[in-house]
């Protein structure tokens, strides 16, 4: 897809629309769809620039995933107003097995070219998952605190108090990414599909590519959710 005026005009009248559409239902978000589709334009010009550098170098790709980390859980931080590193825990630990066993196993070749991207995607997902399961959580604590009280009065400890509260929001965080997996191929044609057969590899492989994405993302996300929802029963991810 080569960028031309026809193309910005699509993107800019996509963004009005959506900016519209939530200001005439009053979700507050106008500005946020604008700002983060911007943002958007800016940070993929600049990646399209560094990534050939990145690719390059083993060094300079293991700095670009460590990148990546950050700024998801400075996001997910955000998310939950929770500036805390805590917030890494559960994306890191998501992503580090997953991607750790398809490395070794060289179901996905060991070049740049190929770790960046699906380290991308599955960070995405592990960051995804930090924030719903977070947010619900914590909304979860607040709204039901006399709940939560009463199964302190019963005698359960802090964390299996606030776990019995708490155990729907992991579950919920994973719907995304569990609703995406069951309708693949009969709704959508997620990007790693489309990508390895416009790449030129055969329907078959680009198949397996997706496949092998969208069970990595279930298992990344279905860590990252568990154990947000932990961290914030301990109380290590305040409430």
Do not use: K, N
């Amino acid at each position: 897809m080569t960028p031309s005026v026809a193309y910005a005009f699509v993107l800019a009248t996509l963004i009005g629309v959506a900016a519209l559409v939530a200001a005439l239902a009053r979700l507050h978000v106008s500005r946020s769809v604008v700002v983060a589709s911007l943002r958007a334009v800016v940070q993929l010009a600049a990646i399209s620039l560094l990534i050939v550098a990145v690719l390059r170098s083993w060094g300079l790709t293991a700095v670009f995933v460590a990148s990546m980390l950050t700024i998801a859980a400075f996001t997910s931080g955000g998310r939950l107003g929770r500036r805390s590193p805590t917030v890494a825990v559960p994306i890191l630990a998501g992503t580090a097995p997953v991607l750790a066993l398809i490395l070794v196993t060289g179901t996905v070749p060991r070049t740049p070219i190929a770790v960046v991207p699906i380290a991308g995607i599955l960070i995405g997902g592990a960051m995804t998952a930090t924030s719903l399961a977070g947010r619900r959580a914590l909304e979860t604590l607040r709204t039901r605190r006399g709940e939560l009280e009463a199964a302190l009065a019963l005698g359960f400890t802090d964390r299996d108090a606030a776990l019995e509260l708490c155990r729907p929001s992991a579950a919920e965080a994973l719907v995304p990414a569990l609703d995406q997996t069951r309708t693949v191929g009969l709704v959508t044609l997620p990007g790693a599909f489309v990508g390895v057969l416009l790449g030129g590899a055969s329907p078959v492989e680009a198949g397996a590519a997706q496949l092998l994405v969208l069970v990595g993302l279930l298992a990344v996300e279905t860590i990252a959710a568990v154990l947000t929802v932990e961290l914030i029963a301990r109380g290590a991810i305040r409430h």
